[in-house]
């Protein structure tokens, strides 16, 4: 598989899944929601397995790498459905924005994939920023959202340390075993969860809403997470994470267009200073390199 039409993939799906999310719950709870998602992608990723005939490896690696990506599966959805009842699908998709600076301060720290450079730091203070606008939103919006912003936040944390931590295992295991493993390891947490804080099946379900469940059972966790282990076995955890440079203007047009939720002013404000931090967080080493390349040929030329 082409590594870019993987990542390609991996924008299109994410730009998708916040909608995607707020619809799956109406009617039904977001816990219900979740797990039908979780189960429906674990059925077709074992159906492909047998269908394509990979093996699931078992050994200590192969495990580390399940239990890894299992419970950022199922720490980081769980915090983003909760979260999604109590702000717009935009909002999420622009507060996960900040995935790049925080899976890469992880990285720094844990496999020593990057180092904090004035760039970095320049952007990891724009981001902020640009948060703490995202913030003013959410209260004006009421303290409902602030608690949505929050789980949001704690999603990111949990996503890019799960991100992080499969990376630092490296286990050599094809993407639909990690995606499969991944998914048996957090189902029966949400099956567990959806029974002792919900546990009522849902009499009727909103036709939006069924579809939606489905879209994001096929797309979002079987499809969605097999393209992202994949292009995250051959790129840094820090430039996977880029994803979020462009899904937050896609999900907000998105957003407006198909829930017609409305964009704020300070949201706006908010998203350019996040996708401003991430240019600097990225880019900004390898520009000023090239800045002081020109000024010194020109010296030499000069001279």
Known sequence: MSVPAAYLGVIIIWSTTP?????????????????????????????LMLLLRVKMPWHK?????????????????????????????????????LTPIVTGAFAAVLIAESSFTPAKITGMLAGSIGLIFIFGTGIELGPDSVFGIMAILVSVVIHSLSAVWVKRINARIPALATTTGALLFAIPFYTVSWFIFDGRWPAQLPTHTLASIIYLGIFGSALGFMLYYYALKHIEAGRMALVTFVTPVLALMLGLWLNHETIHSSVIIGTALILSGLLFYEWGNLVSRKISAMVTVTKIRQE
């Open 61 to 97: 690696q192969a495990l580390l790498t399940y239990t890894a990506a299992g419970a950022g599966v199922f720490g980081a959805m769980t915090c983003v459905y909760w979260g999604a009842q109590y702000i717009p699908s935009g909002m999420v998709s622009v507060i996960f924005g």
């Open 19 to 47: 909608l995607a999310i707020k619809w799956s719950s109406e009617g039904a709870g977001f816990l219900f929601g979740v797990t039908s998602r979780m189960v429906i992608g674990a059925a077709i990723c074992m159906s």
